[in-house]
């Protein structure tokens, strides 16, 4: 059953003539094509719909209407040049938005779809250049989320959807943060709950001599390799500081993302080390009458000894960690944190995603401790 939902707009802002964003909430265990019906004709005229997919929240819209990819642009505040990732629902659309499809692609597509992952190809010339960023590739990627897959099936497009989040804020992992943020600036927020994992998908480019992640996601590198042979990293999206001489292949990843309002600052070391230095961070701006947050695990909050901590899971759960990230720096948004500080996160197979995102939250702001 679904039923339309207006929510609280915490901190969402609607649009300059005061409309009011309509949400639609579905059971993703049990749904009809009725309950997406709208959705898809929006999409089909042109409009704005944000919709669950196992990653987090995505903004849709036709990928193939210049005029609807720039709406996307328009209402997220995202830099033009920054390319959109057509999602598809079979894997066949590949022969159509794609110049040429590498054996690479079939092998990947095979094993990992529907799921994470988004692979880069050559564009055919049906995509116009404001879905790519005036780029000659086209990111394409079919989602597993039951609700993000009949949606596109039935409005008959491919969809055309970053994060369905404001430029720069954490990404969305409930509609009720689609709504903070979009409120007034979309037609429509498809509800269907939390997402499952709560990271961006892994993009891997397979346009050069060498296939080549361009960002870490929940397909980790050694998956990829399992499948197609040697895999490289982009230098810059595994850097742990910013450097000035490394240039992100992938546009967006020069951007500031993920961030909250608060300055926030990772540290790295031991555990207890770690530990140590953030307490002290604690008592020093409680002292200056700061509002402090610590970014924390199930093994180590009740360590620290002031401010408000927020465990985003246990070491032992990765997934738990991935998934909890961006809901988490949301969090310290509400108390209104001016700091944060946070452990890092190097010890699990899907450190490279979740210290990517991290890093590039804080602005590269890492204290390393001996």
């Known amino acids: 059953m679904n039923r339309d939902e207006v929510l609280t707009p915490v901190r969402g802002t609607g649009g300059e003539d005061g409309r009011i964003t309509k949400v639609i909430k579905i059971d993703r265990e049990r749904f009809s094509v009725a309950d997406v019906e709208e959705a898809a004709v929006l999409l089909r005229a042109g409009k704005l719909v944000a919709f669950p997919t196992e990653t987090v929240y995505g903004l849709g819209a036709n990928a193939l209407d210049e005029t609807a990819a720039k709406r996307i642009y328009a209402a ?36 990992f779809w529907p799921g994470p992952l988004t692979m880069i190809l050559k564009k055919s010339p049906i995509v116009p250049d404001g879905t790519t960023g005036g780029l000659g590739t086209v990111a394409v990627r079919l989602p597993s989320d039951p609700i993000a897959r009949e949606l596109i099936r039935l409005s008959g497009v491919y969809v055309a959807a970053p994060s369905a989040n404001a430029s720069g804020r954490p ?26 994992i709560g990271l961006e998908s892994t993009i891997v480019d397979l346009t050069g001599d060498v296939p080549m992640i361009l960002r870490p996601g929940y397909i980790t590198k050694e998956q990829l390799e399992a499948v197609i042979g040697p895999v490289e990293y982009d230098k810059a999206v595994i850097a742990k500081q910013m450097q000035e001489n490394v240039v992100a292949k992938a546009p967006g990843m020069k951007y500031r993302h993920y961030a909250p309002k608060g300055e926030l600052t990772i540290y790295e070391g031991t555990q207890e080390a770690v530990v140590a230095a953030i307490n002290v961070e604690i008592v020093k701006r409680l002292s200056e009458g700061k509002i402090v947050g610590v970014l924390a695990t199930d093994e180590t909050a009740a360590a620290y000894i002031g401010g408000t901590v927020y465990s985003i899971g246990s070491r032992r759960d990765e997934e738990s960690i991935a998934a909890h990230l961006y809901r988490t720096l949301r969090e310290f948004d509400e108390i209104g944190a001016d700091y944060i500080y946070s452990e890092s996160f190097d010890d699990n197979p899907l450190s490279s995603a979740i210290m990517n995102r991290l890093r590039k939250a804080a602005g590269y702001r890492t204290v390393m401790i001996p």
């Open 171 to 196: 990404s969305t992992t409930t509609a009720q943060h689609v709504y903070e943020d979009l409120n007034g600036r979309i037609d429509m927020i498809l509800d269907g709950g939390p997402v499952s």
């Open 76 to 111: 997220k505040g995202r830099p033009s040049d920054n390319p959109l990732i057509v999602h598809i629902a079979e894997m066949d659309a590949l022969s159509e938005l794609a110049a040429e499809v590498p054996k690479e692609a079939i092998r990947l597509g095979e094993a």
